[in-house]
């Protein structure tokens, strides 16, 4: 499972005095425990490479590498067809990894016998239908719906799967949050939250819970992503400009190697060799 990391920027520095490349990767906070990990081992076969890996979400990942202020992108979901425009025959848009994207409720929700919902009923929940957890066999408390920022990768699989859009409202939403290690802490501290985040985050006090499809109860768990049986599963992806240097571009493919999907397994996502 994944190790609790601070979602700030990691900063990774060649021992050298003067390093002879510096590459700058931005985006995803779910793709960024991968490549920060993958960026420590490089390194030190790399002296000579200085790596800076930050987040802000899939959309600023994207969005730095159209403006060319980043060499590498991460990004959770699919580019939309404008960002696609802007990036044809520019850019080299590689999976190195698959992961679940967790409907997670809180340890007290859990606990109270909420373990399935269906897609209907986390639907209601997110456009304010359904506001209190007695009302799907839960504990007698008001819901405390968890949206993401409309940039982040995880709320665009969401909503795409659940709401039928990816740009969709969550009216019953009263909080916002941005990073994956953001949401994880807002339901770790709550008893009736209920929000999306990846599988690798989830743990004793922020359950994930199944996905009633067509009388199926799919758990978020890499087997279903693997089997393409459960309906929030998406491909981790970077973004590689095809003018980026040897060291970008090998560095991509260290990501791609065995030492970096040995990475993907060990943060919890499912490696794509």
């Known amino acids: 499972m994944l190790k609790t990391i601070l979602m700030g920027c990691v900063l990774l520095l060649a021992s050298t005095a003067h390093a002879s490349e510096h590459i700058h990767i931005v985006g995803s906070t779910t793709v ?5 990990q993958a960026a420590t081992l490089y390194r030190q076969q790399h002296p000579n490479i200085t790596i800076t890996v930050s987040g802000g979400g899939s959309g600023v990942g994207i969005a730095s590498v159209i403006q060319g202020t980043a060499q ?3 990004a959770s979901r699919n580019t939309t067809v404008e960002e696609q425009a802007k990036l044809e025959g520019k850019v080299d848009n590689i999976v190195i990894a698959a992961d679940a994207v967790a409907v997670a409720i809180s340890k007290a929700v859990y606990e109270s016998g909420v373990h399935a919902l269906s897609v209907q009923q986390i639907a209601d929940i997110y456009r304010g239908n359904i506001r209190n957890w007695q009302d799907v066999g839960g504990l007698d408390a008001r819901i405390v719906v ?3 920022e409309a940039s982040r990768g995880t709320r665009h699989v ?5 709401l ?3 740009h969709a409202r969550a009216k019953g939403a009263s909080i916002i949050s941005g990073s994956n290690n953001e949401e ?8 009736a939250a209920i929000g999306m985040l990846s599988n690798a985050w989830l743990n004793h006090k922020v359950r994930g819970i199944a996905i009633i499809v067509d009388g199926k109860t799919i758990l978020p768990t890499i087997e279903h992503v693997r089997d393409n049986t459960y309906p929030l599963a998406r491909g981790l992806h970077v973004l590689l400009p095809k003018t980026a240097s040897a060291a970008a571009k090998d560095f991509v493919q ?11 397994q060990e943060v919890g996502y499912l490696p794509v060799h």
């Open 146 to 148: 968890i949206d993401k």
């Open 254 to 264: 260290f990501l791609l190697s065995q030492q970096g999907q040995a990475i993907v």
């Open 158 to 162: 969401f909503a795409e799967a659940i």
């Open 164 to 166: 039928g859009d990816k």
């Open 32 to 36: 960024l425990p991968v490549v920060s």
């Open 184 to 191: 994880q802490a807002i339901i770790s501290r709550s008893h």
């Open 72 to 74: 590498i992108g991460m």
